[in-house]
């Protein structure tokens, strides 16, 4: 498989919607690697993690790893080397010991909402098997969300694979039709997303060139998925390229939880011709 080859099994007519260029939300989380296609026998990726306004510039705050998840080519955990946090980002050392496709993402699930105790409102975060006893009985206004978060990118020693990059059905996910490794400058990628394991129609996409700091336009544009959730991205220079998505819903089958809150956020290099 080449690196310019492209992944089957989805239907590619892929109408989008092009939405006017506005900049992003300020402080977008990011996972940046020093490389993301390798060849040889084994070779290390140092990534770092943080969130800013500008993309991919070290000047907000550092992003937490505790929900540091790396999937390696053969679908279990890799190992990662943590170097630390610093005040503007974390970084962590990972070697590639195996060929293909490793999924690097920090990932959480959970619960999170407030309530009020008299005149005071309260906030609380946690697991849904912790709701039944984390909420006071006399709480008033509880309002209380289905969380789910993922910030990922991609690394890839010798031939792209699929194995990582299964889903998991959780939250907001990318589904690869072009592979996020075998991305080319100027060639449309095609990719599909998920939400909670269905395909999310009609959800809108900001896509985002980096090294906005450099150039006069923010460089940021919106596409929204087609019925079968699928949307097509092309860069137009080599470089890393930032790519976010969220969405909310108020139809949750739990009579405890108003509403489903989901975000997903990718850091993807697109190589010259």
Do not use: C
């Not at 699930?109 to 009985?137: C, F, M, Q, V």
């Not at 923010?218 to 390229?241: I, R």
């Amino acid at each position: 498989m080449s690196i310019k080859s492209k992944l089957s099994g989805f239907a590619l007519l892929l109408p989008l919607i092009a939405m006017s260029a506005t900049p992003a939300e300020a402080h977008r989380r990011w996972l940046l690697p020093s490389s993301t296609v390798l060849s040889g026998e084994s070779e290390l990726v140092t990534v770092d993690a943080a969130a800013s306004n500008e993309l991919f510039i070290f000047e907000h705050r550092a992003l937490g790893l505790n929900d540091l998840t790396v999937t390696g080519p053969d679908g279990k955990p890799a190992k990662t080397d943590i170097i630390g946090s610093g005040k503007y980002r974390s970084s962590f050392d990972l070697p590639l010991t195996q060929q293909g496709t490793y999924r690097i993402a920090l990932v959480s699930n959970g619960l999170g909402g407030s309530y009020k105790l008299g005149n005071e409102r309260k906030r609380w975060r946690g697991k849904r098997s912790d709701l039944a006893t984390a909420i006071p009985a006399e709480a008033t206004d509880v309002k209380i969300s289905q969380v789910a978060s993922r910030t990922e990118t991609f690394a890839t020693l010798g031939e792209p694979t699929l194995t990582a990059l299964a889903p998991t059905n959780i939250g907001l996910e990318l589904i690869p039709v072009t592979h996020p490794n075998d991305l080319v400058a100027g060639e449309p990628a095609q990719f599909k997303f998920l939400l909670d394991g269905k395909p999310a129609a009609g959800l809108e996409i900001e896509w985002v060139q980096g090294g906005s700091r450099y150039r006069d336009t923010a460089g940021a544009s919106k596409l929204t998925t087609d019925a079968n959730g699928m949307v097509e991205v092309v860069a137009p220079e080599a470089g890393m390229y930032y790519l976010e998505a969220s969405s909310s819903s108020d139809n949750v089958t739990d009579p405890k939880i108003q509403s489903n809150r989901a975000s997903y956020t990718a850091v993807l290099e697109f190589l010259p011709l």
